[in-house]
């Protein structure tokens, strides 16, 4: 293989209540999660983010592994309760000098800090208040992104407001399985619009910033999921399924972020089915106004469809027990089904491992969206990490599936694709939202029974020459 571009960004990520811990400590106010997970019932054997992996007090320890493993960036998030414990109001200064520290940290070995805004840890006390069904949250979360920019951009130059818009929205407000716990697609809906308008003012604040030259210029982006879809055979009624899929899952997502409207037959088909969203004079044009400089991706599987007939599933339960079946057949009747696909391999949360697919659905953003940059913002396998009696952690098959999907990289950059970033998920293994720690995706492993003792995995080193060899390696 021939090496990537040269300044191209190979990273790995995390997310704050995934790796930070120190939930109630420096003057951190409560989020969703923290109430939400210490709720019967909700995560797999009541595990919760209230310690995570510490990294908030062994951030240092964890730099040095990144800069260990060469890594050229680290993407992170920024607990908006660690900065405003009330969500507005009165800022946090000790989760100012928190995230001041970390990357200050990162800086002195010369790792590109990739900041998200919002990675789905709301202030409880917004959610109080409504949350994000509340358009009061549009000026709130403006407020909050301007103060990290405010404090933090003239040291970090890549931006992402929000992470996966579809999960926090569709997982909180249609299936009940997130915080706020709520089952109705019409609420989601209005949800995702009213995000869409926190994402543009986040945007123009920055713009203001780099305009009045309080802040460094760089580039903001929009992590979204990608999570492309195939029809499941060549029949005709299966094609259609695909592309009513696309247009729910894929473009009702990032054509207000990168078309700066909604697709036209599926805003016609919420607004005959349930007059939503409520779109208020102004909305669209704010969305108008704020164009992006890159959009991030969030890749682990593809997904194949096949025709649902008006009768037949709906969206399925999620099992948090971490056994095969646990992604149940889901779909909408009338329009398409989520199925497996016999010729496809799957992991033990049956998440399907196509490599192809990631390429696929790049061509795809550049065929839709033309040649908006890329930053591939998460991509990795979450699995149970056999350990060796000598206590090496065998990860053989991440490593086999993080090469895969690197190959088609490469295939996506030759074919023209603009793709400057990379990130592994994630860098170290961490809390996994309703799967506890069972599932794990990092480079590195964590000892619950040895005080959170760091583990290099083989992983980690396929990784490490990776990066030196820019891809050459593969």
Same mark, same amino acid.
């Given at each position: ?21 120190? $939930? ?49 960036? +680290? ?8 900065? $405003? ?58 407020? $909050? ?60 604040? $920055? ?54 409207? +909604? ?74 089904? @989520? ?14 491992? +196509? ?8 061509? @795809?953003?550049?065929? @839709? +969206? ?105």
């Amino acid at each position: 293989m021939k090496a990537f571009p040269e300044d191209f960004l190979w990273g790995a990520a995390t997310a704050a209540y995934q790796v930070e811990g120190a $939930y109630q400590q420096d003057g951190k106010g409560l989020s969703i999660w923290d109430i939400y997970s210490h709720l019967p019932g909700t995560t797999y054997q009541g595990t919760n983010g209230d310690r995570a992996v510490d990294h908030y007090h062994r951030y240092q320890e964890d730099v040095r592994l990144m800069a260990e493993m060469g890594l050229k960036s +680290y993407r992170f998030s920024i607990s908006w309760p660690r900065i $405003y414990p009330a969500g507005s109001g009165a800022v946090n200064q000790q989760g100012i000098q928190f995230y001041n520290d970390l990357i200050n940290e990162l800086l002195k070995y010369g790792i590109v800090p990739v900041a998200t805004l919002y990675h789905w840890d709301l202030p409880q006390a917004l959610q109080d208040l409504g949350g994000w069904e509340n358009r009061e949250l549009i000026e709130q979360f403006g407020q $909050y992104a301007k103060t990290c920019f405010e404090q933090f951009g003239d040291r970090v130059r890549y931006w992402l407001t929000f992470n996966e818009t579809i999960n926090f929205i569709m997982l909180g407000y249609r299936d009940g399985v997130h915080p706020p716990a709520v089952k109705e697609e019409r609420r989601a809906v209005e949800v995702s619009h009213i995000v869409n308008l926190a994402h543009a003012q986040a945007v123009l604040e $920055y713009r203001k910033l780099v305009r009045e030259k309080s802040i460094a210029e760089g580039m903001i982006g929009i992590a979204h999921v990608l999570l492309t879809g195939f029809p499941i055979s060549a029949a005709e009624e299966d094609a259609r399924a695909c592309e009513w899929y696309e247009e729910m899952d894929f473009q009702w997502f990032y054509d207000p972020s990168l078309h700066g409207r +909604y697709p036209e037959r599926l805003l016609n088909y919420y607004q005959e089915r349930w007059q939503a969203p409520t779109i208020l004079d102004g909305d669209l044009a704010l969305i108008q106004s704020a164009p992006i400089d890159f959009i991030g991706i969030n890749y682990y599987q593809s997904t194949f469809l096949a025709h649902n007939p008006a009768d037949g599933v709906g969206f399925a339960a999620i099992n948090v027990s971490g056994k095969k079946g646990s992604q149940q057949e889901s779909g909408i009747p009338g329009l398409f089904k @989520r199925v497996q696909n016999p010729k496809v391999a799957y992991t033990p949360w049956d998440w399907s491992i +196509y490599p192809e697919g990631l390429y696929q659905g790049m061509k @795809r953003i550049q065929e @839709r +969206y033309g040649n908006i940059p890329i930053m591939i913002t998460e991509n990795g396998l979450g699995d149970k990490d056999p350990i060796s009696p000598s206590g090496e952690i065998l990860d053989t098959p991440r490593i086999d599936y993080l090469r895969e999907h690197v190959r088609w990289c490469q295939r996506a950059i030759d074919e023209g694709v603009p793709l400057f970033g990379y990130f592994v998920w994630s860098f170290i293994d961490l809390l996994s939202w309703l799967n506890g720690y069972q599932k794990q995706y990092g480079l590195v492993y964590v000892d619950h029974q040895n005080d959170l003792k760091r583990v290099k995995k083989q992983s980690y080193d396929w990784y490490r020459q990776l990066i030196q060899s820019n891809g050459v390696t593969l």
